[in-house]
């Protein structure tokens, strides 16, 4: 199915060796050829030494979801050559490096194997094994260029301006990248069959990373405490936060900051201190990932329990346990939404791309002011660390910050007996204070037991006054988050399809695929929980619904059934949980197959789920 | 059990401070605790230092985690907000509080379960982060509340209410703080008000993070024969290395010069801590010699008590993340949102 701008190429390396920069270069050419592109770093967690890949996707379409199959694959780990043949599509390329004779493993009949001397002509052109290695990857970028008739002369530029400081390594870049092109074009039919061609469709759009944006996000939002602890793949959001806010945030004049970031000795403790400066009154932060959120538990139960804002990023990565740190997931679902022991919910936002992971971080932090709560961001590691083409960024700069109902001093001046955990309003959110204020305004926080004045007890009825009001302000919260976007097919649809997050990208494809094979869907993508009434109402609007999340136990469905009372059989799961971006073809073979299966009595219906389960190998 | 409001009733011939506040407004809620326990006499200290001290009720935070020392910040300074955290978490409460707002006096309680067990990361990376505040550790080498098993400071030998001895080392926290650099340390024992008093005002007005572990026994618990935290353990075996006298910055400081075991520090805030010096030889102003003072005490069955150790000129939490004199929870959005016109020059990068 591939075609001019239409196509996906993978770089199968060993990571350590620098092909990260020479897949970004690619990957960013055709962006500014005006070619929608995205690339998906499938990456080890490890330093130096293991099998890494790099898949770019063109899609004059527009589509960004990773492809279900790729057209050429660039085969320069040994350690994984069988696998890499394998996985070129039938009628397709491989790219390898003849420096040495071909491994019988590369061949494979009903793909086109071309050879070219990586190898060779840098130890022809260049000194240095470290050098030869890391220039390597810009000659195998040379020979792409040819192949795919990338524009040259604009990699020319861009390398340029890469290594304006280091005349040197320009030198050597440039003469690499002519290495390859002029050796693919001497020997091979340039361009391929499928290539690229300008277009102008990228004129609004940047290439950004959910990490990077979020911490935009948290940059614009005005948060000024930030404490983490590292953990992949989370890390690069607190990163991003430190070199924007050394950018933003420095005082003119004196140098000083208008931040503070704190490494913590472990995410308790990095939990503990965005807690502690969200109840002294500064906007602030933690990012972290699935065992972090495990380590979390007992400091978000109490900021749930004290009604403290705090604003808590999950980068999902495969779990359970260590799990698989490089790969993404959408496991922690569950774990987010009632987070810590005893009866304890809370809001969550899943943003689905980078764009969004911008925007929501701006409504986490209103959403924790407003509703005086811990909030969760649950993005994940394709969002947060891949390299996204996605509508440029705004900022509307009316924009006031919504800190919640806080008294002042003189609120508190006035005020006859101070309240913490009173409130006359219909939101159930009872004003708060904040240290340092107003005599009148102290009140003692508490995990303990307390009544609607912060009083410490064990009187059953003003125990439960407490948390019945903080049952009622979560139920609130469900009109206050973010509605689902939906996506409606033209004709009346009985097809449901609901989604969430990262998979946002594969279910969009995946709907207009299903259209061309006659299938119409209509399409909701779950923002935030709590769940507002129009989720109950798509759901009960679809006979046939199909969940689809990137989980083994259907977490979204649980979380469905759990809070809207939707028949959790009457929901059939598509599930894809082996660790890689979702691709429209897991949804639109789950979702065709399912229509084929004749509607079951409810009893019959739990086998028919599970036939189309995606069980990716 | 509920919490227990004192009677308003005031002497009229009380003493008042500097702002017109007398004792009973630096205190809290009736204490819960058993009849002579030794935190509440810490309690009383610390209403008598602050009051002293005239600091302003409101802009004091009181931190404490979990346990019987946790809970006694809510006996004094009633009309300081208090956070009651969770177990052996309070320094990174403390910390993120003091990130937000660094104008005010943070005081944290803690005890020997909650800093020394399962809160012992978090109190050494306080200690490392250097957060400015006051650091209170109750110590009677118990778990109260849970009805009399051994913390980590309990010494080997110290036999239980039950008579079972305890044979793991004990964690030494002013040993600990030195190691880990703290730049206050000092020990003190609930039953030397008289000593504790000057330790509290001196580390309330400290840049950094001031560690005083005091030996609070456990009148329920540990306070027996064969126990090494019991009063009358503490009483014969405490030895005051160097006498502290906290000066106020408006108090004139007089000084005999010719007196040469007096040693005087200047604190950060102008205040002058003065030190008599009863053992010889001994320079608070010295890590090592500090450390080998409390270790050769050890040596001959002894505890050493005082402030141990003072760097007034470490730098804090703050001093090193170079933040503003503005308290960030009080900076205007204007000066934290860079806006559109920012973002969209930011923008170009990514194209």
């Not at chain 1, 004049?253 to 490494?263: E, N, V």
């Not at chain 1, 929980?529 to 609007?541: H, I, R, S, T, W």
């Not at chain 1, 971006?581 to 028919?608: E, F, H, K, M, N």
């Not at chain 2, 118990?142 to 913390?151: E, H, N, R």
Request: proline content about 6%; glycine content about 8%; aromatic content about 8%.
């Amino acid at each position: 199915m591939s075609g001019i701008n239409d196509f996906a190429f993978k770089m199968a390396t060993v990571n350590g060796t620098g092909s990260a920069s020479a897949n970004s270069l690619l990957m960013r050419a055709i962006f500014r050829m005006g070619i929608p592109v995205t690339g998906k770093n499938l990456f080890p967690s490890n330093i130096q030494g293991l099998p890494t890949a790099y898949e770019i996707r063109v899609s004059k379409d527009g589509y960004t979801a990773r492809p279900h199959e790729v057209d050429l694959v660039v085969a320069l780990n040994p350690a994984t050559f069988a696998r890499d043949v394998a996985s070129v599509r039938p009628g397709g390329y491989l790219l390898y490096d003849s420096s040495w004779p071909l491994d019988p493993e590369l061949v494979r009949e009903g793909i086109t194997i071309l050879g070219v001397p990586f190898g060779k002509l840098c130890v022809e052109h260049f000194q240095g094994d470290r050098n030869r290695t890391l220039l390597r990857n810009i000659v195998y970028a040379g020979a792409l260029a040819a192949l795919l008739k990338l524009d040259i002369d604009l990699v020319g530029r861009m390398l340029g301006q890469q290594f304006a400081k280091k005349p040197k390594l320009l030198d050597a870049n440039n003469t690499a990248i002519r290495l390859g092109y002029d050796y693919a074009r001497a020997h091979y039919e340039c361009p391929l069959p499928f290539h690229l061609e300008r277009m102008d469709a990228n004129g609004d759009c940047i290439i950004i990373d959910g990490n990077t944006a979020a911490a935009l996000g948290a940059v614009f939002a005005g948060a000024t405490v930030g404490a983490w602890y590292p953990i992949t793949p989370s890390t690069s959001l607190m990163e991003a936060f430190t070199a924007f806010c050394r950018q933003y945030r420095t005082e003119p004049g004196t140098g000083r900051a208008r931040y503070c970031i704190l490494q913590a000795e472990d995410e308790l403790s990095a939990a503990g201190i965005a807690i502690g400066a969200g109840w002294a009154g500064a906007r602030s932060f933690t990012n972290t990932s699935g065992p972090g959120i495990s380590l979390m538990q007992e400091f978000v139960g109490l900021a749930y329990y004290t009604e403290i804002p705090t604003v808590i990023f999950d980068i999902q990565r495969t779990g359970p346990s260590t799990g698989m740190p490089t790969r993404t997931q959408q496991a922690d679902l569950l774990s987010l939404a009632y987070a810590s022991h005893g009866d304890t919910k809370h809001i969550v936002l899943f943003p689905c791309s980078p764009e969004e992971c911008f925007y929501l971080s701006v409504t986490a932090f209103d959403l924790a002011d407003r509703f005086q709560t811990p909030v969760f961001v649950a993005s994940d590691l394709d969002i947060g660390m891949n390299d996204w083409m996605c509508k440029r960024l705004q900022w509307d700069d009316d924009f006031k910050p919504d800190r919640g109902k806080v008294l002042d001093a003189n609120d508190l001046a006035t005020v006859k007996r101070f309240s913490r955990y009173f409130s006359e309003d219909d939101d159930g959110v009872a004003p708060r204070t904040l240290p340092g204020v107003h005599p009148a305004g102290a009140y003692f926080v508490r995990g303990s037991g307390h009544d609607k004045h912060g009083q410490y007890t064990e009187d059953s009825a003003a125990y439960q006054e407490v948390v019945d009001r903080l049952k009622h302000k979560f139920a609130t919260a469900a009109n206050s988050v973010p509605p689902p976007e939906f996506i409606s097919s033209d004709t009346a649809a009985d097809i449901g399809i609901v989604s969430i997050g990262g998979c946002h990208a594969a279910v969009r494809e995946a709907l207009d695929h299903l259209r061309d094979q006659g299938i119409n869907a209509d399409y909701m993508r779950i923002k935030a929980f709590p769940f507002g009434p129009q989720v109950k109402a798509f759901l009960d609007a679809h006979p046939k619904i199909f969940v689809v999340e990137q989980n083994r136990d259907a977490q979204l469905r649980t979380l469905l059934t759990a809070e809207t009372g939707f028949p959790r059989d009457a929901m059939t799961p598509v599930l894809d949980y082996g660790g890689l971006p979702l691709t429209a073809r897991v949804v639109v073979d789950a979702v065709a197959t399912g229509v084929q299966i004749p509607r079951l009595s409810a009893l019959d219906r739990a086998d028919s789920q599970t036939q189309v389960q995606q069980v990716p190998a | 059990m509920t919490s227990i409001a004192k009677p308003p009733v005031r002497h009229p011939g009380l003493r008042t401070n500097a702002l017109g506040l007398t004792p009973r407004d630096y205190e809290g809620v009736m204490s819960t605790l058993c009849a002579g326990c030794g935190h509440d006499s810490v309690t009383a200290a610390l209403v008598q230092a602050m009051w002293e001290l005239a600091i302003p009720p409101h802009r004091a935070a009181k931190m404490s985690g979990i346990g019987c020392s946790s809970k006694t910040t809510a006996y004094f300074m009633k009309q300081s907000h208090g956070f009651n955290s969770v177990h052996g978490r309070m320094p990174s409460v403390a910390s993120g509080a003091n990130a937000a707002n660094r104008a005010l006096t943070y005081v944290g309680i803690s005890g020997d379960g909650d800093s020394l067990s399962i809160g012992l990361g978090q109190l050494c990376h306080a200690i490392r982060r250097n957060v400015r505040m006051l650091y209170v550790i109750e110590n009677n080498g118990v778990y109260g509340l849970t009805k009399g098993q051994f913390s980590a400071s309990a010494d080997i030998g110290s036999t239980s209410k039950k008579g079972d001895a305890n044979v793991q080392p004990p964690i030494d926290p002013v040993l600990l703080a030195l190691t880990l650099g703290a730049t206050f340390v000092a020990r003190g024992f609930s039953g030397d008000k008289a000593q504790l008093i000057p330790i509290l005002k001196a580390g309330l007005s400290h840049n950094g993070l001031a560690l005083v572990d005091v030996i609070s026994p456990c009148v329920t618990f540990n306070d027996h024969e064969g126990s090494t935290k019991s009063y009358a353990f503490t009483r014969e075996h405490e030895v005051e290395l160097a006498e502290a006298d906290f000066i106020p910055l408006r108090r004139e400081i007089t000084m005999p010069a010719s007196d040469t075991t007096v040693q005087s520090v200047q604190m950060h805030d102008g205040s002058t801590v003065r030190f008599r010096r009863l053992e010889d030889g001994y320079d608070p102003t010295n890590r090592d010699l500090a450390y080998a003072h409390v270790r050769a005490c050890q040596a001959r069955g002894e505890m050493a008590t005082g402030l141990l150790f003072i760097d007034e000129n470490g730098a804090d939490m703050h001093t090193v993340a170079k933040t503003v004199d503005t308290p960030l929870a009080e900076l205007p959005f204007e000066t934290l949102c860079p806006g559109q016109t920012a973002l969209q020059a930011l923008m170009e990068k990514y194209r």
